[in-house]
């Protein structure tokens, strides 16, 4: 049972490169989230999903997009990487009640 | 406007003595909160969750309080182990308001237990 997988795990881009992070959830959960973490600060919402083939903003989407176009697939794409966009990146699934975290992606953009 | 906040980056304890993280939240909507752990290099996992109905719930050496007119809900940890060692991140969220479940997660504590 993998839960929750993120692929890539490291990245290291540069400045203007574009790259897709790959969220793989096996538990059928209808709701999924990318967010990033930064140092000393909580875990910001980016975008989400409720279902298949819909997305939605959180609270800090800029610069990135998503898609969800199967029900297990959760995408996350930066067109054209900005160093402020270095961070570590954590999709998650969720069922009723708690949410499945994948095991984080660190990008470096420099 | 921070929602959830843990006013203590970090709290360090003896081995076999108890761990209170405590968490304050602003919004009314709120009415479902859970605990996380998380590990380095690891994702978060669910440590336990308390519904607003609620003013306490536990599980094994975990508990959490919930003080409704207050805002403020604490994690109990007795007794606190090495293996405790981690940050703990309190999240809320609204299970009424169509908000997709989204949680609003603190800036989390860094727990350190000293054997």
């Known amino acids: 049972n993998a839960g929750v997988t993120q692929t890539p795990k490291f990245r290291v881009l540069k400045t203007g490169q574009s790259m897709t992070l790959l969220c793989a959830q096996d538990m059928n959960h209808e709701y999924m989230y990318w967010y990033r973490q930064d140092p000393g600060m909580g875990l910001r919402l980016i975008h989400y999903s409720v279902g298949e083939g819909t997305t939605a903003k959180g609270e800090v989407p800029d610069g990135y997009n998503v898609s969800r176009l199967k029900k297990q697939n959760f995408l996350l794409g930066l067109e054209s990487a900005a160093p402020s966009q270095t961070s570590v990146y954590f999709c998650?699934?969720?069922?009723?009640?708690?949410?499945?975290f994948g095991q984080g992606t660190r990008l470096t953009v420099v | 406007d921070q929602q959830v906040k843990q006013n203590s980056p970090s709290l360090s304890v003896q081995e076999g003595r108890i761990s209170i993280l405590n968490c304050d939240y602003t919004n009314s909507m709120f009415d479902y909160f859970l605990w996380y752990k998380k590990y380095p290099a690891e994702g978060p996992t669910f440590l336990i969750s308390i519904s607003s109905i609620k003013d306490k719930n536990e599980d094994g050496r975990f508990t959490v309080f919930l003080n409704k007119s207050a805002k403020h809900l604490s994690l109990h940890i007795v007794p606190s182990q090495p293996g405790d060692s981690a940050v703990y991140f309190c999240a809320a969220r609204s299970l009424i308001n169509t908000n997709a479940g989204k949680s609003t997660f603190g800036d989390g504590t860094t727990l350190t237990v000293k054997p």
């Open positions: 998650a699934s969720r069922d009723n009640t708690e949410a499945f």
